[in-house]
């Protein structure tokens, strides 16, 4: 998708604008031009007069006469002799001789255009739009040939340019200057968005440069982000420190009720005490992994992935756990780069939810464009499809009870969601072949350099 900064929008806004309005005037002052002139147009009772007036005249003193009546738009001369007219007459000028013709007094009348040439040779296109540049060529009874050349000169400049055309290209000299300065002040907001994209408060946030030469609104708002990333990381640090205080003590009351636990007399009672306070422990130790999690909390070490797979299957299957394992032959030495414990709470949640719900998994390993792709398939009923993604959510459970005997607190898939995404990896939910549940992770291999 096309990418528009906000100086270019505006930038755009103005030039669409400008082009509107000058469209608009030069259309207007054209048209206006155009009718005025008609109106101005001689006569032909003017010529007829004008042309009575010379054959009544002296030679020598003809001269006086046509100086009397000249003017820049009226201008008025005498051949001694016709002089034809070159090329075809327009449909329209035709018209027009005929109006002409009938006013003369039976004299004949060609009408030509004669260009105005310094404006012509400049701008052709803007000598044609003058409307009354009409040549009249009139036959006296005399023998002699009148011509008048009566038109309106456009208004134009000594140098042949339009009126007014300095003043638009000093506009836009003005708005490319300030397209200039604009695009100088907005730079900071882009800097700005990309910082924000770029927050990591696992560690002290480097601050956004001041932007000395910007507008103090642009200098307030950088320097408020600056505050918030401080405000936000300690926030952080405080959180993590609370949360990693909690869990020490809690897990030690937990170990020493675990001791405790062993002296109950009765057998099943003890043994649904032990599995109560483990889940304790595996909910806590959930819980602060993804805490560091959001918080980059984890440390990254080069795990040989598939052998962490294959422990974590043994381990079920030596607790009677019906769990397979399809391994693919180019990823069995596959290396990723991340946290240990974590990387084995991703499998462990995602194997045993299938154990749970499904009651079976079986785990199925491969390389992927350069990720490696693990799907764990059970043989439940089924996730519908609405529900896929909700159940990645935190304590969203398909059964509604909340009764701990029908399932866990709902942070299973949740937490290796988190756990996934701080790894750079993905995990989707989808229909098994065999009718349950299919859940898949994908994990960038670690490439040597």
């Not at 105005?116 to 060529?137: C, G, Q, T, W």
């Amino acid at each position: 998708m096309l990418r528009v900064t906000l100086a270019a929008r505006l930038a755009l806004i103005g030039l669409i604008g400008f082009s509107v309005v000058v469209t608009v005037v030069v259309a207007i002052f054209y048209r206006t031009t155009v009718h005025e002139n008609e109106l101005t147009r001689p006569t032909p009772e003017r010529l007829d007069a004008l042309a009575s007036l010379l054959e009544r005249t002296a030679i020598a003193s003809r001269q006086s006469v046509l100086d009397a009546v000249s003017s820049p738009q009226f201008m008025v001369r005498v051949m001694p002799s016709a002089t034809p007219v070159d090329g075809e007459t327009p449909e329209q000028q035709q018209k027009l001789r005929e109006t002409y013709a009938a006013g003369l007094s039976g004299r004949p009348v060609e009408i030509v255009s004669p260009p105005d040439h310094r404006v012509a040779r400049m701008f052709p296109r803007i000598a044609r739009l003058m409307a009354n540049a009409i040549e009249f060529r009139i036959g006296l009874h005399s023998g002699e040939l009148l011509i008048i050349d009566a038109y309106t000169r456009l208004p134009v400049t000594p140098l042949g340019l339009p009126v007014g055309f300095g003043a638009g290209l000093f506009g836009s000299i003005v708005a490319l200057l300030a397209l200039l300065v604009m695009q100088r002040e907005t730079r900071p907001l882009a800097h700005l968005a990309a910082a924000v994209d770029r927050v990591d408060l696992s560690a002290d946030p480097p601050p956004l440069p001041d932007a000395r030469r910007s507008a103090p609104e642009i200098r307030a708002v950088i320097a408020a982000f600056n505050r918030l990333q401080g405000r936000l990381a300690e926030m952080l640090r405080a959180r993590m420190t609370l949360v990693g205080g909690i869990a020490h003590d809690v897990r030690t009351f937990a170990t020493r009720l675990r001791l405790r636990v062993e002296h109950i007399p009765d057998d099943a009672e003890r043994q649904r005490a032990v599995a109560n306070i483990d889940d304790m422990i595996r909910l806590l130790d959930d819980a602060l992994l993804s805490t560091r999690a959001g918080a980059g909390g984890l440390s990254q070490e080069m795990v040989e992935f598939v052998a962490l797979i294959a422990a974590e299957v043994r381990d079920r299957r030596a607790q009677g756990a019906p769990v397979d394992l399809v391994t693919d032959a180019h990823a069995r030495d596959t290396i990723v780069l991340g946290d240990r414990l974590a990387l084995r709470r991703i499998l462990a949640n995602i194997i045993d939810n299938a154990l749970a719900y499904g009651h079976a998994a079986q785990v199925r390993a491969a390389l992927k464009d350069g990720a490696i792709v693990v799907s764990i398939d059970d043989e439940g009923p089924g996730i519908p499809a609405n529900q896929r993604q909700a159940v990645l959510e935190p304590f969203h459970r398909l059964e509604k009870s909340r009764n701990r005997a029908t399932g866990g607190a709902g942070l299973g898939l949740a937490v290796a969601r988190s756990l996934v995404e701080a790894h750079g990896g993905t995990i989707d939910i989808a229909a098994a072949p065999s009718g349950g549940t299919r859940v898949t992770v994908a994990l960038p291999t670690f490439q040597p350099a």
